[in-house]
């Protein structure tokens, strides 16, 4: 069991950069599989990206490769979502995910939410 706490979000115009941050508890966080998704205004929640225990494989949405960045720290209990070059249809809800197995790009794929955090970006 994990729990998970975003942190990082916030306003920010159109072309800038925010870093979000998922602060998990627990002395197990190395056992999980972590995913970035989020939530837009009147739509699905969607997968943005996952990294799996050591790091060492990433994955990314189509609509954020190249843009965005998934790391973690696991000395630190933390994995990190670093958004570059936002855009207004970057605004939405991010949830931090988590789940001892990984099985894909997947919603019910991950067992552990955060709260999430807000993210607005302006032009």
């Known amino acids: 069991q994990v729990q998970l706490v975003e942190s990082g979000g916030g306003l920010v115009q159109a072309w800038g950069s925010l870093r979000l941050s998922c602060a998990a508890s627990?002395?197990?966080?190395?056992?999980?599989?972590m995913a970035w998704f989020r939530q837009a205004p009147g739509k699905e929640r969607e997968f943005v990206a996952d990294?799996?225990?050591?790091?060492?494989?990433?994955n990314y949405a189509d609509s954020v490769k190249g843009q965005f960045t998934i790391s973690r720290d696991n000395g630190k209990n933390t994995v990190y979502l670093q958004m570059n070059s936002l855009k207004v249809e970057d605004t939405a809800i991010y949830y931090c995910?988590?789940?001892?197995?990984?099985?894909?790009?997947?919603?019910?794929?991950?067992?552990?939410w955060g709260q999430g955090t807000q993210v607005t970006v302006s032009s």
């Open positions: 995910a988590a789940d001892r197995a990984y099985g894909g790009r997947r919603e019910s794929a991950f067992g552990f």
């Open positions: 990294i799996i225990w050591d790091g060492a494989i990433t």
């Open positions: 627990g002395r197990a966080f190395s056992d999980y599989a």
